[in-house]
């Protein structure tokens, strides 16, 4: 059965042809089959991250009897791989850490990415290796309130019925998390699964709603309102990098999901539940991250790409250091976030109203990682180790993400802040340089939040080598935290 994903992105695609066919214009001719001798198709690729990599990827794979060339348009000058951002303090095989994608679900409709880990030759046991949602031992840590539980307490308070572990006195916190957040919307996951069409038709009768609004409202007589302290409470519990996770609460198997995001909830229902369904299949799969970092999917990428060049219609104006280049080609596969194909000049194209609205309108979250090198892999030896897994805490650093590569070894790199939405924005207005003051109170407010949530007495335990940050929205060549796949010098 597809995916729900592929059967929206379907039902997309459908409405805009339809469109299409009720306009004064009509659909778009086909093109005449091409003969043996016809000219090349030339091809412009905006962006060399993992979507124009695999653009790339795909043509070379229709073989030069195709007649198609391309070429790959990338301005950021120091890298490629878009969102599979890899940073590497030093040569050893586990000091990095992945500042962008670095989990794979092994879920149905993950079974391209997996097909490309084989075509790769990336599929071996020493490169996908396990990665670890949360501490097999239940020691990962929830820190609120200024308590720390670990997640195997949390679940047996779950199981008794405390229901405010932290004492945080939330007004309509009687039920668990999972409860009170999906008797509002399993209905519609419970459609979207048995009957696409008619679950879509549904949530598309409410689509005008927000999150927010929709857990306000009482839906039906059997339903009740819910106050907005528990709101903003069901928030920080579920929400996390844009996705929804029904089964996050006590679950030591379902901790991966960062307690985090005040301001999430203010998406539109429909896109919280589609990306709930999408991170929350039963049974729970495995779990696998690149052992390297992501940017060995990308470079592994390039490693069998060809570059064809030949003049065609499309011109494509790109600004370099050497000056601008003005290139044709008889089409162009953006693969730009849309905070940069805005600052792109498409006036020629005359998009549509609809589509130009998109541009302007459409969210993309915010998300900052600060990882740490530290002098030990301090976490792995707690009376209670934390092997794995991630903590959550409501002070600033948010989510501490435990590398799931080179347990046990003497690299100690890890995440020691992920953080989204609003949380991101503030962490953002420290982030002036890696040797700046700001950088430097922000690294102190880190260890001392550390220190609080891990029970750490002795300050130098947290002594530490260097830092990376990177903020994916104060980026020039991503502009937001989902799919920075390139920059925005370009004119089409």
């Known amino acids: 059965m597809p995916s729900v994903r592929h059967q929206y992105a379907r039902n997309i695609i459908l409405e805009h042809q339809t469109r299409l066919a009720k306009s004064k214009a009509g659909l778009p001719p086909l093109l005449p089959p091409r003969e043996n001798n016809s000219e090349p198709i030339r091809i412009g690729i905006l962006g060399a991250g993992i979507s124009g990599l695999y653009a790339a990827l795909l043509i070379d794979y229709l073989g030069p009897e195709s007649g198609i060339t391309y070429d790959i348009l990338e301005a950021n000058p120091d890298r490629t791989g878009g969102r599979l951002y890899t940073h590497r303090f030093s040569d050893s095989p586990n000091d990095y850490f ?22 790769l030759n990336l599929d071996g046991p020493k490169t996908l290796i396990p990665y670890h949602l949360s501490d097999l031992h239940g020691n ?72 927010r609004d929709w857990l306000a409202l009482p839906v039906d007589d059997s339903q009740r309102t819910y106050p907005e302290p528990l709101i903003k409470y069901l928030e920080m519990a579920t929400s996390s990098t844009g996705e929804l996770s029904f089964s996050i609460t006590t679950e030591p198997v379902n901790s991966q999901a960062p307690i985090n995001n005040p301001g999430l909830f203010h998406c539109a229902l429909s896109e919280m539940i589609l990306d709930g369904m999408d991170f929350d299949y039963q049974p729970t799969p495995e779990w696998f991250t690149i052992q390297g970092g992501g940017d060995v999917i990308s470079n592994a990428v390039i490693d069998r790409l060809t570059q064809s060049t030949r003049p065609a219609a499309l011109k ?19 693969t730009m976030p849309f905070g940069c194909l805005r600052m792109v000049d498409t006036s020629a194209l005359e998009f549509p109203w609809e589509l130009q609205t998109a541009l302007r309108a459409l969210h993309y979250d915010s998300a900052i990682k600060v990882a740490v090198k530290f002098k030990t892999r301090w976490w792995e030896k707690l009376p209670q180790p934390q092997v794995g897994g991630a903590s959550t805490t409501d002070r600033p650093t ?33 982030v002036k340089g890696h040797d700046s003051a700001s950088e430097q ?15 750490i007495k002795d300050m130098s335990v947290l002594d530490h080598v260097d830092h990376k940050i990177v903020n994916w929205y104060g980026d020039e060549y991503s502009n937001d935290a989902s799919f920075p796949t390139a920059s925005c010098e370009y004119k089409i």
């Open 316 to 334: 494509v104006t790109t600004t370099s250091e050497s000056g601008v280049v003005d290139s044709e080609y008889a089409h162009v596969i953006s």
């Open 140 to 211: 990962n840590i929830r820190h609120f309130n200024n308590t720390s539980m670990s997640s195997a307490r949390l679940e047996a308070a779950d199981a008794r019925g405390d229901f405010d572990p932290f004492a945080t006195k939330t007004v309509g916190l009687t039920d668990t998390i999972n409860n009170l957040v999906g008797h509002k919307i399993d209905p519609f996951k419970h459609m979207l699964t048995e009957d696409f069409q008619r679950g879509w038709e549904a949530l598309m009768a409410v689509d005008q709603w927000s999150m």
């Open 98 to 119: 992945d500042a962008g994608a670095m989990r794979y679900p092994k879920i149905p409709w993950m079974k391209p990415t997996f097909a490309l880990f084989k075509f």
């Open 398 to 430: 948010r989510t501490v993400v435990y590398p799931s590569y080179g347990i046990g070894s003497e690299d100690a790199t890890m995440i020691a802040s992920y953080t989204w939405a609003q949380d991101a924005l503030r962490i953002g207005a420290y």
């Open 441 to 455: 109170v922000l690294l102190e407010c880190i260890k001392r939040d550390l220190a609080d949530m891990h029970g």
